[in-house]
């Protein structure tokens, strides 16, 4: 075959099969080629008619379009449509046949470019999604819709925390370069703390020298280090000065509310005592960690703990464990056992608290606790540890300091102070000037108001006082005793005392507040019988049917304890609570005795709850401390005064309307004398068989209270107060009363005198007792008038009511009932009702005895009097 017959049939063979609709490779090809123009329009397809052509193009290019989005198959079905219509001739089909293939090319032309123009544009709509930031931080996030705009992006978190690291870093850097470690101080010139009165003048004293004797390293007994080490660093001769550990134990648990720590190793507490003082934030402790660290690197480990056994503080005066040995077990340090070794390193974190003399159980807790540490490092052997006891100890000192009645004062200053978190040993060696709250002249007059009374004064007599500013509950005057030295258990904040009908008054309150007026009527006839109960007067005295008021002036028991029991003896106690009481004073109880005074509070207590009585109903605590300044003249303390509403104003000023009866008609109206003619409110009280005497009461101005009793030559008892002075029974009409007058009148002298709101009418005064007296009741008996020697009776050694409770209900005879019913009551007492009584009493006679009653005689034998 010839060359140009093998070209014809070659071009003839290339020519069919281009023909052919299956074609894909070349076809694919094709279509490359007749990709569609920019415009976004197909390219025309080519056929036997231009109106064909444009109908096949348009079908063909839209049924093409639709099946694109398929995966690849679209290309090669595209032709189906045109090949599947009947030939007409042979050429007119070939004709066909070939306007269908272009078709079927050009339809898969105009799907290729539909689905790229698709492409496209959603590859514009993306693009325009994406927004740009607005700022270097993109915050908000920009493109971002609410809420998710306002959370920081994953590289604003990234960034922020590294340069928190950054600004860490640095300042640890600085703060390293910036904190130098000074020359050791000198503890013999260590700056003693002073303490002034509220003129911030007057020096009141001084607190503890220090008393401190250095020994070297080698003398401080080694069972004292290792019991230091075991109990206060276990890692002190591994770190470096500071304990990562201990930091982060402390400041979770600071974190999670607990006790303030510091997690402090051997040497932060060494450069506490000998560098920066007491430090309680965070900065001061950085700065302590860090000067540890330095002095780690500058002295070795032997001689930081030699440093810190020579300057820390042991309690009772004692610097350094030569003195603690001393003053604990009256030996050198030296010469302690194991065990004792042990009780000097377990008072270090409180050596106030956990002294044994002070609190032997946790003495006991905490020594036990020192030596199990001793055994788990490895010091102590289990047999060793089980074979100790607890050591005895010396009874404590009285620091000189605190030497005669002035050290009451001191000792209640630093007891606040130590609850407002500071340490002994910053309060002895700090250098503060302590303004206190004492009035040098109120102060003044209230030691000599107690050594006014009569020479023959037994010595076991015991007397406290305090006088407070209503106003603001500042303590400005307080006796506590003769010699805190001799005898540091003060007499106004410690000692406890039956209140006897001073405790009549939180009646009288609940009574008011439940809507009894002061004119309303109660029984006040001897005896008086309530299921399981029977409550006398003294002398079994009637008075008939009695107003809140004269009741109260009075101290009639039987009337006071209807009352009770018709508000309820829990209204009683609450009351006294809300008024300031503590909860857990020994004796309170919700018992119907509760009105005679069952409960033991301390004179300040009862202070404090008169005190919110004279202030309106404005409850405040009482404090002693007005502020404290450190050497450089900042200051580290300020008292801030908390108020509290707990009663209503109205009802202060009714309640106080009815305690002037005492001072003025009743057991204490020999204040009239002595007060001259200024108002006064007040309640005195007497406790079963004379154990104590009370008078607190009050001016506009000040409240002042007073007790007086006696306790055992052990301590452990009360007993009668012993009579003297002329006295035949100490009450409290007689020397309470009388020391209360003296201070007072002294203390109030040029001052203005201000006169108590008169009786308002309560919104709540909806309630009277108008029960009608018994059938034939018998009229009131005369009680006995005042004589120079007392002749009436005193009561019973036991009582005669049978309360609910297991003690008798009445704890307390009353003083005396309180009224004169003539003008010219007889000179000597008449045991005997007048002799020709009337059947129907006068309502005089309601109100008050025919006959002046014996001046400050219990008036029941069964106890709650005045």
Same mark, same amino acid.
């Given at each position: 075959?010839?060359?140009?017959?093998?070209s014809? #049939?070659?071009?003839?063979?290339?020519?069919?099969?281009s023909k052919?609709?299956?074609?894909?490779?070349?076809?694919?090809?094709?279509?490359?080629?007749?990709?569609?123009?920019?415009?976004?329009?197909?390219?025309?397809?080519?056929?036997t008619?231009?109106t064909g052509?444009r109908?096949?193009a348009?079908s063909?290019?839209?049924?093409a379009?639709k099946?694109?989005?398929? +995966?690849?198959?679209?290309?090669?079905?595209?032709?189906?449509?045109? =090949?599947?219509?009947?030939?007409a001739?042979?050429s *007119?089909?070939?004709?066909s046949?070939?306007?269908?293939?272009?078709?079927s090319?050009?339809a898969?032309?105009?799907?290729?470019a539909?689905?790229?123009?698709?492409?496209?544009a959603?590859?514009g709509?993306?693009r325009?999604?994406?927004?740009a930031?607005?700022?270097?931080?993109?915050?908000?996030?920009?493109?971002?819709?609410?809420p998710? &705009?306002?959370?920081?992006?994953?590289?604003?978190?990234?960034?922020?925390?590294?340069?928190?690291?950054?600004?860490g870093?640095?300042?640890?850097?600085?703060?390293? @370069?910036?904190t130098?470690? $000074?020359?050791p101080?000198?503890?013999a010139?260590?700056?003693?703390?002073?303490v002034?009165?509220?003129?911030?003048?007057?020096?009141?004293?001084?607190?503890?020298?220090? @008393?401190?004797?250095? %020994?070297?390293?080698?003398?401080?007994?080694?069972n004292?280090?290792?019991a230091?080490?075991?109990?206060?660093?276990?890692?002190f001769?591994?770190? #470096?000065?500071?304990s990562?550990?201990?930091?982060v134990?402390?400041l979770?648990?600071n974190?999670?509310?607990?006790?303030?720590?510091?997690?402090?190793?051997?040497?932060?507490?060494?450069?506490?005592?000998?560098y920066?003082g007491?430090?309680?934030?965070?900065?001061?402790?950085a700065?302590?960690a860090?000067?540890?660290?330095?002095?780690d690197?500058?002295?070795?480990?032997?001689?930081?703990?030699?440093?810190y056994?020579?300057?820390?503080?042991?309690?009772?005066?004692?610097?350094?464990?030569?003195?603690?040995? !001393?003053?604990?077990?009256?030996?050198?340090?030296?010469?302690?056992?194991?065990a004792?070794a042990?009780? %000097?390193?377990?008072?270090?974190?409180?050596?106030?608290?956990y002294?044994p003399?002070?609190?032997?159980?946790k =003495?006991?807790?905490?020594?036990?606790?020192?030596?199990?540490?001793?055994?788990?490092?490895?010091?102590m052997?289990?047999?060793?540890?089980?074979a100790?006891?607890?050591?005895?100890?010396?009874e404590?000192?009285?620091?000189?300091?605190?030497?005669?009645?002035?050290?009451?004062?001191?000792?209640?200053?630093?007891?606040?102070?130590?609850?407002?978190?500071?340490?002994?040993?910053?309060?002895?060696?700090?250098?503060?000037t302590?303004?206190?709250t004492?009035?040098?002249?109120?102060?003044?007059?209230?030691?000599?108001?107690?050594? @006014?009374?009569?020479?023959d004064?037994?010595?076991q007599n015991?007397?406290?006082?305090?006088?407070?500013?209503?106003?603001?509950?500042?303590? #400005?005057?307080?006796?506590?005793g003769?010699?805190?030295?001799?005898?540091?258990?003060?007499?106004?904040?410690?000692?406890?005392?039956?209140?006897g009908?001073?405790?009549?008054?939180?009646?009288?309150?609940a009574a008011?507040?439940?809507g009894?007026?002061?004119?309303?009527?109660?029984?006040?006839?001897?005896?008086?019988?309530?299921?399981?109960?029977?409550?006398?007067?003294?002398?079994?005295?009637?008075?008939?049917?009695?107003?809140?008021?004269?009741?109260t002036?009075?101290?009639?028991?039987? +009337?006071?304890a209807?009352a009770?029991?018709?508000? *309820?003896?829990?209204?009683?106690?609450?009351?006294?609570?809300?008024?300031?009481?503590?909860?857990?004073?020994?004796?309170?109880?919700?018992?119907?005795?509760?009105?005679?005074?069952?409960?033991?509070?301390?004179?300040?207590?009862?202070?404090?709850?008169?005190a919110?009585?004279?202030?309106?109903?404005?409850?405040?605590? =009482?404090?002693?401390v007005?502020?404290?300044?450190?050497?450089?003249?900042?200051?580290?303390?300020?008292?801030?005064?908390?108020?509290?509403?707990v009663?209503?104003?109205?009802?202060?000023?009714?309640?106080?309307v009815?305690? !002037?009866?005492? $001072?003025?008609?009743?057991?204490?109206?020999?204040?009239?004398?002595?007060?001259d003619?200024?108002?006064v409110?007040?309640?005195?009280?007497?406790?079963?068989?004379? &154990?104590?005497?009370?008078?607190?009461?009050?001016?506009p101005?000040?409240v002042? +209270?007073v007790?007086?009793?006696?306790p055992?030559?052990?301590?452990?008892?009360?007993?009668? %107060?012993?009579p003297?002075?002329?006295e &035949?029974?100490?009450?409290?009409?007689?020397?309470?009363?009388?020391?209360?007058?003296?201070?007072m009148?002294?203390?109030l002298?040029? !001052?203005?005198?201000?006169?108590?709101?008169?009786?308002v009418?309560l919104?709540?005064?909806?309630r009277?007792?108008?029960?009608?007296?018994?059938?034939?009741? $018998?009229?009131p008996?005369q009680a006995?008038?005042?004589?120079?020697?007392?002749?009436?009776?005193e009561?019973?050694?036991?009582?005669?009511t049978?309360?609910?409770?297991?003690?008798?209900?009445?704890?307390?005879?009353?003083?005396?009932?309180?009224?004169?019913?003539?003008?010219?009551?007889?000179?000597?007492?008449?045991d005997?009702?007048?002799?020709?009584?009337?059947?129907?009493p006068?309502?005089?006679?309601?109100?008050?005895?025919?006959?002046?009653?014996?001046?400050?005689?219990?008036?029941?034998?069964?106890?709650?009097?005045?």
């Open positions: 075959m010839s060359d140009s017959r093998r014809s #049939r070659g071009s003839s063979d290339r020519s069919n099969r052919k609709p299956t074609g894909g490779g070349a076809r694919r090809a094709a279509g490359v080629r007749r990709a569609p123009s920019s415009s976004g329009k197909p390219a025309e397809p080519k056929g008619s231009r052509r109908a096949g348009s063909e290019g839209s049924s379009a099946r694109s989005t398929a +995966a690849g198959g679209a290309a090669s079905t595209a032709g189906r449509p045109a =090949s599947s219509k009947p030939a001739a042979t *007119g089909g070939t004709a046949s070939r306007g269908a293939s272009r078709t090319v050009n898969r032309h105009a799907g290729t539909a689905t790229a123009g698709a492409a496209a959603s590859a709509k993306g325009k999604k994406k927004v930031a607005t700022n270097f931080l993109n915050y908000p996030r920009a493109g971002r819709k609410n998710w &705009r306002w959370f920081p992006s994953l590289r604003l978190i990234v960034g922020a925390m590294a340069l928190m690291v950054l600004a870093l640095g300042f640890a850097v600085w703060l390293y @370069n910036d130098s470690v $000074p020359e101080s000198d503890f010139l260590a700056q003693t703390s002073r002034y009165y509220a003129d911030g003048e007057t020096e009141m004293g001084t607190f503890s020298e220090i @008393n401190r004797t250095e %020994l070297d390293a080698d003398e401080i007994p080694q004292v280090k290792d230091v080490v075991a109990s206060e660093d276990d890692t001769y591994e770190n #470096r000065g500071v990562p550990r201990g930091i134990r402390a979770v648990n974190l999670q509310g607990g006790a303030r720590q510091g997690g402090s190793t051997i040497t932060m507490q060494y450069v506490e005592r000998y920066t007491s430090e309680t934030s965070y900065v001061g402790k700065k302590e860090i000067m540890a660290l330095k002095i690197q500058e002295l070795d480990k032997d001689e930081i703990l030699s440093r056994l020579n300057t820390i503080y042991f309690g009772r005066g004692a610097y350094g464990v030569q003195e603690a040995s !001393q003053a604990y077990f009256g030996k050198d340090a030296a010469d302690m056992t194991d004792e042990a009780l %000097l390193v377990a008072v270090i974190p409180g050596p106030s608290s002294d003399a002070v609190n032997k159980e =003495s006991v807790e905490l020594w036990d606790r020192v030596i199990s540490r001793e055994v788990n490092v490895g010091e052997s289990p047999e060793d540890a089980e100790l006891e607890f050591p005895d100890t010396v404590p000192k009285s620091e000189n300091t605190l030497a005669g009645d002035k050290g009451y004062l001191l000792d209640q200053v630093r007891t606040e102070l130590v609850a407002e978190g500071f340490t002994e040993d910053e309060i002895n060696t700090g250098g503060f302590i303004v206190s004492i009035d040098p002249g109120i102060q003044n007059n209230t030691v000599e108001a107690v050594k @006014n009374l009569p020479e004064r037994p010595e015991r007397v406290g006082t305090v006088t407070m500013d209503p106003s603001t509950g500042a303590i #400005r005057g307080m006796y506590g003769e010699d805190f030295v001799t005898q540091p258990r003060n007499d106004a904040t410690q000692s406890r005392m039956q209140a009908s001073i405790f009549k008054t939180f009646t009288l309150i008011l507040e439940d009894y007026p002061l004119d309303s009527q109660w029984d006040g006839n001897s005896p008086k019988t309530f299921p399981g109960w029977t409550v006398n007067n003294f002398g079994d005295s009637d008075y008939g049917r009695v107003s809140l008021r004269k009741a002036a009075s101290s009639i028991n039987t +009337a006071y209807e009770n029991l018709e508000v *309820g003896p829990q209204r009683t106690m609450d009351t006294a609570i809300a008024l300031g009481l503590p909860e857990k004073t020994p004796g309170l109880s919700a018992d119907a005795s509760n009105v005679l005074g069952s409960a033991s509070p301390t004179v300040t207590e009862m202070g404090e709850v008169y919110t009585i004279a202030a309106g109903g404005m409850h405040r605590d =009482s404090y002693i007005q502020d404290v300044t450190r050497p450089d003249g900042s200051s580290r303390y300020e008292h801030q005064s908390e108020e509290k509403r009663m209503d104003e109205d009802v202060a000023t009714n309640a106080t009815a305690l !002037q009866g005492p $001072p003025t008609t009743g057991s204490a109206r020999d204040l009239q004398g002595v007060m003619g200024r108002e409110a007040g309640k005195t009280g007497t406790s079963e068989k004379f &154990r104590s005497a009370w008078f607190v009461g009050f001016t101005q000040l002042t +209270a007790g007086m009793f006696q055992s030559e052990d301590g452990t008892t009360e007993e009668q %107060l012993t003297f002075g002329g &035949r029974n100490i009450t409290g009409g007689t020397f309470p009363t009388a020391i209360w007058g003296d201070i009148s002294q203390s002298e040029g !001052q203005e005198m201000l006169e108590f709101p008169g009786e009418t919104d709540n005064e909806t009277e007792r108008n029960t009608p007296p018994p059938t034939q009741a $018998p009229p008996t006995p008038e005042p004589t120079e020697e007392p002749t009436t009776e009561p019973t050694e036991e009582p005669t049978e309360g609910p409770t297991e003690e008798p209900t009445t704890e307390e005879p009353t003083e005396e009932p309180s009224e004169e019913p003539s003008d010219e009551p007889s000179e000597e007492p008449s005997e009702p007048s002799d020709k009584p009337s059947d129907k006068s309502d005089a006679a309601k109100d008050k005895p025919s006959k002046k009653p014996e001046k400050d005689t219990p008036e029941s034998s069964d106890g709650g009097g005045d």
